[in-house]
């Protein structure tokens, strides 16, 4: 992606560059003539001289006078030190001041002219110098992240020497820099090191910033010609008619979205290419719905369906959902951490045999004692949450390669495209029918017994209630109301007898007790860290209460407030929070105005960044040197349609 200088040449061979400071270059990541040009300036100073007349207080200005009075030095305790000279700028009689830099007191010579930038405070008719310069000409210094390796200055003349040696033999295509007015990639570079303007800087950014994004565009789309496999064995050419026939026996209508990615899901199954589809929606958007009529279609010629999710709790609320939706018309089983040795030889025995139409399991599944019979479609759930290797493991045991992954985090699309621009997407927006809006509202700790008192009386009409806390145990360096505080806050309130405890220090076994009691009405009140942020399924609760809301991001607070609103009730949810900056402030003022969350993950994007965006490090979410996945949406967009153009000739010329 960052290769335009081929073939490839190591630093060492610059002039200039001997072993030590190709040692030093390479401590940092600079190892080739390529990283040189696309080691980045991260900032730059203006040498350009402007009229000091033009300026307003506090700009920080480079001019250029006559030195009017010898200067002098002033010491202070601790060896501190400060220098001033009068001098005439553009006219003006303004007096400079440098803090600890005795030794330019020679370099200030009555009746000189000197350049130097510095922050000029107008009303006093003073510049705060920063520092004398005496580079010739006009332009722009450059600064680059060199840690204490070298300084700026030094490397520049490394990555000018690259641009004196070597041609650069890979450039965007002629039509597309026509297309968009881009430069050529070594001109972009070139600017981008050698300003002399800031339009200079500007021009190189945007030209690659595009060339970062289409390449990686380019990448992708080899990715999904490598995965979409063609061979007839991958056609999957199920009973259409019986699929029917089981569509038409479930208890509700599909909805317009649900019919939309079944048909797409379905379309898949009948190419002779293997699936490779993200199935996205909104919390409580009905996916395992979809997800549970492809397993269904797979059924009808006599193969198997695997579901693959991170945890324990969501292995079993799916098991469960699947049971209650479809367990009269496909045999489902269960294998996760806690299954017991002679369960698991039993489910493995009816694995291999065929017996078993749908599996659910946590990493258990790629086990290599865990045999199928005919494992034809591979559903990974919140698939961000396993690693490569581990969804590779899986895709390994398949008979036809399909794979649908499914995710309840809206992403934004600007993030779809980068992140999963090698799938087909399909996109549930569309909420069941009969289920209303959650009403969110915020309120301060100082209010928390009218909460309180709200729970109360949902619990009263039989209704279940979340209480989310933050932390487990105390800590000694944030101020935040942890889990136990807050479950005896609630045990004084309701009693033992009303109130379960669950969190991530338990037991697998211990959880799924505490959520069992929970969810039979026998505690009714569920005070619990985020493990119940994805996939818990409790149609009767009806109020969640989050606890320091504001130290949630935007995405995880609109997960947790999914586990409420599933039945046709009216749901509540409390953000109990004092937030304390504004960023927290717009975090509470976003979730209270909307429970979009296809629009909250725009704005979650915007506040958090791509790289935090599912609170880990997105696996293959590219870093790139100058392109930001939030600011430069629009360029992705027309990266995208260009690589998608290039990648069409190039198959059709093939």
């Given amino acids: 992606m960052y290769q335009v200088i081929t073939p490839e040449k190591p630093v060492g061979i610059l002039k200039g560059v001997g072993p030590k400071v190709a040692e030093k270059l390479m401590s940092i990541g600079i190892e080739t003539v390529n990283d040189v040009v696309f080691h980045i300036p991260n900032n730059y100073e203006n040498l350009s001289v402007m009229n000091l007349n033009d300026a307003e207080n506090n700009d920080k200005v480079t001019v250029q006078g006559t030195v009017k009075t010898e200067p002098a030095l002033a010491w202070f305790r601790g060896g501190k030190n400060r220098l001033t000279v009068f001098m005439e700028i553009d006219g003006i ?142 056609i999957i050419d199920y009973d259409i008619d019986e699929l029917k026939a089981f569509i038409d026996t479930l208890p509700f209508d599909l909805t317009g979205d649900q019919k939309k990615c079944t048909n797409e899901i379905c379309r898949d199954l009948k190419q002779n290419v293997s699936m490779h589809r993200l199935l996205q929606g909104d919390v409580g958007s009905g996916k395992t719905i979809v997800a549970g009529i492809a397993a269904y279609a797979v059924k009808t010629i006599g193969e198997q369906t695997a579901v693959m999710v991170p945890t324990e709790v969501l292995a079993n609320q799916h098991y469960q959902s699947f049971i209650d939706t479809f367990g009269g018309r496909l045999t489902i089983a269960k294998l996760t951490g806690t299954t017991t040795k002679k369960e698991k030889m039993e489910i ?25 019979d005919r494992l034809s479609l591979i559903i990974t759930d919140e698939q961000h949450r396993f690693g490569v290797n581990q969804r590779k493991r899986l895709n390994d045991k398949a008979h036809r390669k399909n ?85 005896q806050m609630f045990l004084d309130y309701f009693g033992e007898e009303q109130v379960e405890l669950v969190h991530g220090r338990m037991k697998s076994a211990e959880k799924a007790e505490g959520m069992g009691r929970f969810e039979r009405l026998e505690k009714p009140v569920l005070v619990s860290t985020t493990v119940i942020e994805v996939g818990i399924n409790v ?65 979650d994007l915007e506040m958090r960044g791509p790289g935090d965006y599912f609170g880990v490090r997105q696996s293959g979410l590219p870093e790139f040197k100058v392109a930001d996945l939030a600011e430069d949406y629009r360029i992705l967009e027309h990266a995208r349609l260009s690589a998608i153009e290039l990648s069409g000739e190039m198959r059709k010329n093939a």
């Fill in 348 to 372: 493995v025995t009816r694995l291999e045999s065929g017996e078993i139409d749908l599996i659910i399991g946590t990493h258990s599944l790629i086990e290599d004692d865990v045999y199928f």
């Fill in 93 to 234: 009689y303004v007096k400079v001041i440098f803090f600890n830099q005795p030794y330019l007191k020679d370099k200030l010579i009555i009746g000189e002219e000197v350049r130097l930038s510095g922050k000029y405070l107008k009303h006093k008719l003073e510049i705060n110098g920063q520092r004398l310069i005496f580079e010739a000409g006009e332009g722009f210094r450059v600064k680059y992240p060199m840690g204490k390796v070298m300084h700026s200055k030094t490397f520049n003349k490394i990555v000018a020497e690259v641009f004196h040696a070597f041609s650069f033999n890979y450039d965007l295509p002629e039509a597309v820099k026509s297309k968009y007015r881009l430069l050529s990639v070594r001109e972009a570079l070139r600017l981008i090191h050698f300003p002399k303007s800031q339009h200079d800087i500007k021009e190189g950014r945007r030209t690659i910033k595009f060339y970062e994004l289409f390449m990686f565009q380019l990448r992708l789309m080899e990715k999904r010609q490598e995965e979409r496999v063609r061979n007839e064995r991958y």
């Fill in 403 to 487: 794979v649908l992954y499914m995710t309840a985090t809206p992403i934004p699309r600007t993030l779809s495209i980068t992140t999963f621009g090698d799938m087909d997407v399909s996109i549930i927006r569309e909420m069941p029918k009969g289920r209303k809006p959650v009403e969110t509202y915020w309120r301060r700790y100082e209010e928390v017994e009218e909460v309180i008192a709200s729970i109360a009386a949902e619990v009263k009409k039989g209704h279940n209630a979340y209480i989310v806390a933050p932390l487990i145990e105390e800590s000694e360096t944030l101020d935040l109301k942890n889990v136990q505080e807050i479950y």
């Fill in 539 to 603: 149609p009767n609760a009806t109020y969640m209460v989050i606890f320091n809301a504001e130290r949630f991001g935007l995405s995880t607070l609109h997960q947790l407030r999914g586990r409420v609103g599933r039945s046709d009730r009216q749901s509540y949810c409390a953000l109990v929070s004092d937030p304390k900056t504004e960023n927290a402030k717009q975090r509470i003022d976003i979730m209270t105005s909307t429970t979009d969350g296809f629009e909250l993950s725009e704005q």
